[in-house]
């Protein structure tokens, strides 16, 4: 979503200064309240210096990641626009090969996607925020249709299903080989979840809904929920 929009625009100082301080508003509160009921307490120079600064040190890594791909948002964008579509399409068939087909069937050695070939959260939102980019600028053609996109949604959900259930049987092979969880697939960066994630995009995109302000009222609410539920109170 956030390369689908920031490919033409990136945001502003402003945009970046209100998303610090919503951050900051939150995170302070949550402590305050935390401290008041007995539950929290800040020990020493370098702890309260460290609090002070969520964004910086990764209280919140959701937070921290976006923050960097605002930041650079600019230059990122210069380097896709300097790309002509099908050298565009060559880098995203190469950044999906290393960190999503690889890490997907190799990582059933690690129990994860995300343990290998240096990859991290914020690679990972870089190459979604091109994934975003390519469909704003040329659009994905086999998902120009809403019911391919349902369709591709229905099978990467089934087959995630389908998974936990094979693995849920056949617990014993997939220890031999590495694999303790069940929900193996819900990781960002496996090929089903990419593929659900794509489809259920583009899908939404093409209804055809009017805003509304109850909705559009939630959802700037949406923050302040994360950091709450993801803070010290619990």
Known sequence: ITGYFMINKAPSKVRLFYLWLQVWFYHILTAIVANYLGFFQLQGLKEKIIFLFPII?????????????????????????????????????????????????????????????Y??????????????????????????????????????????????YVIEKNMLLFESLGTTESAYFWRPNNILMVALSVAMFSVFQKFKMKTSRLINTFATTTLGVYILHDGVLL
């Open 119 to 164: 990859y991290n959260r914020f690679l990972w939102f870089f190459v979604m925020y091109c994934i975003g980019a390519y469909e704003r600028l040329y659009g994905i053609k086999f998902l120009a249709e809403k019911k391919k996109g349902l369709a591709i949604m229905t099978i990467s959900f089934a087959l995630m299903c389908g998974f936990i």
């Open 57 to 117: 040190f990764n209280r919140y890594w959701y937070v921290t990641v976006y923050f960097l791909i605002c930041i650079l948002a600019p230059y990122m964008n210069k380097f896709i626009s300097a790309l002509d579509q099908r050298s565009f399409q060559k880098f995203l068939i190469t950044v999906l090969a290393v960190w999503t087909v690889i890490p997907t069937f190799a990582g059933f050695f690690f129990n994860s996607t995300e343990s290998m070939l």
